[in-house]
C-alpha cells in the first residue's frame, strides 16, 4: 500500500457545485496535511494547511482531516471555471522538513461554465 | 515581484548529453528543492540544500547532480546515466525546512 493514495480522477463539475477532493493515507504518523493547486505546466502553490485533526476553513475552501480514519478532503463551495486545476495532497510526520513531505497523485478537477 | 525563476521552460535532451536547469530565487530563502514530476505521480524529490555549500540526496537522487554555491542559486544537471529523464522538472524554496514550500514555474525536460 502507498504511503498516500490519491484518485487522480479526472473529475467534471458543473459551475457552482460542491467541490469534494480527498486522500487516503497509511503511515499514523502523519500529522502536518497540505493542500496545493497546480495549474496545468505551472509550479503548485499551497491552498490549505493544517495541524492534526480537525477543520480549517478559508473562504470558499474547506480542509478537513480524520486521523482516525487516515482520511483527508478538500471542499470547494460555489466553484468557479477558475478552480479548474489539479489538486495535490500532501503531508508529513514532523514540521520539521519539508524533505520529508509525501504528495499525492493529484486529482485533475475541471469545472464546467 | 519576488519569486522562483526556473528556465528554460522546455529543454530537449539528446542520448548521452548532460543538461542543466536553472532555478533562481530572490526570496532570500535559506532552503532549495528539486522534485521530479511525472504524468499520473505525485512529487518526488531529487535534491534538497538547507544551506550555501551543503546539500543532500532526496529520493531518487541517482543520474542528477546539483550545486549551492550562492544562496540564491540551486542547479540541477540531468547527466547521461539519468536513463528515464523525461519529467516536469519543480524547483522550490522555503525561509526554512517547516515553513511555506514555494514552486518555481517548472522545467519541462524531453529527450530527442
Known amino acids: 500500500q502507498k504511503e498516500v493514495e490519491q484518485d487522480p480522477g479526472p473529475l467534471s463539475v458543473p459551475e457552482g457545485a460542491i467541490v469534494s477532493l480527498n486522500c487516503t493515507y497509511s503511515?499514523?504518523?502523519?500529522?502536518?496535511f497540505m493542500w496545493y493547486r497546480q495549474y496545468s505546466r505551472k509550479g503548485p502553490e499551497l491552498l490549505m494547511y493544517t495541524y492534526s485533526s480537525g477543520n480549517k476553513e478559508d473562504g470558499r475552501f474547506t480542509a478537513q482531516v480524520d486521523k482516525s480514519s487516515k482520511y483527508i478532503s478538500l471542499f470547494i463551495r460555489d466553484s468557479q471555471p477558475s478552480d479548474s486545476a489539479t489538486y495535490l495532497c500532501a503531508m508529513s510526520a514532523s514540521q520539521g522538513g519539508s524533505e520529508k513531505l509525501v504528495f499525492g497523485k493529484g486529482t485533475k478537477l475541471t469545472v464546467n461554465p | 515581484d519576488g519569486g522562483i525563476t526556473q528556465s528554460p521552460k522546455y529543454l530537449f535532451r539528446k542520448e548521452g548529453q548532460n543538461v542543466t536547469l536553472s532555478c533562481e530565487q530572490n526570496?532570500?530563502?535559506?532552503?532549495m528543492y528539486w522534485y521530479r514530476q511525472d504524468p499520473g505521480q505525485g512529487l518526488r524529490l531529487i535534491y534538497y540544500?538547507?544551506?550555501?555549500?551543503?546539500?543532500q540526496k532526496g529520493d531518487i537522487a541517482e543520474g542528477y547532480s546539483v550545486s549551492r554555491e550562492k544562496k540564491e542559486s540551486f542547479p540541477l544537471t540531468v547527466t547521461s546515466a539519468q536513463k528515464n529523464p523525461t519529467a516536469f522538472y519543480l524547483c522550490a524554496s522555503n525561509r526554512a525546512t517547516n515553513e511555506k514550500l514555494f514552486f518555481g514555474s517548472g522545467t519541462q525536460l524531453s529527450v530527442l
Open positions: 503511515n499514523s504518523a502523519f500529522q502536518y
Open positions: 526570496l532570500n530563502h535559506d532552503a
Open positions: 540544500s538547507q544551506i550555501v555549500n551543503d546539500f
